[in-house]
Nanobody
């Protein structure tokens, strides 16, 4: 019922930049939190950054000062601007969106994941 389409991953040299995008579509009534997670090979999936409907943001200590999360509520889209990339940022990045669905008066909650986009930082 909710589809997430991610884009923007790729190969970049250390110190470079990338911008990830994630657009949500479907029978959406409201979007609460939008976030980005990442998972490196052999490791668990960890939160990178998140932004609430009110614009409050949070991010992992490892990316503070380098990554910026933002959202465009009119487009149901969340962005992750990644600067000063390091080899340890290499991972599959997943978009996560939580909100409520259009279902008459019930408005059930949803929590959806994107398909993932590979980010590789290497020289």
């Amino acid at each position: 019922q909710v589809q997430l389409v991610e884009s923007g991953g790729g190969l970049v040299q250390p110190g470079g930049s990338l911008r990830l995008s994630c657009a949500a579509s479907g029978s959406i009534a409201s979007i609460y939190t939008m976030g980005w997670y990442r998972q490196a090979p052999g490791k668990q999936r960890d939160l990178v950054a998140a932004v609430t409907s009110g614009g409050s943001t949070s991010s992992a200590d490892s990316v503070k000062g380098r990554f910026t999360i933002s959202r465009d509520n009119a487009k149901n889209t969340v962005y992750l601007q990644m600067n000063s990339l390091k080899p340890e940022d290499t991972a599959v990045y997943y978009c996560n969106v939580a909100g409520s669905l259009l279902r008459g008066l019930s408005a059930p909650l949803f929590n959806s994941w994107g398909q993932g986009t590979q980010v590789t930082v290497s020289s």
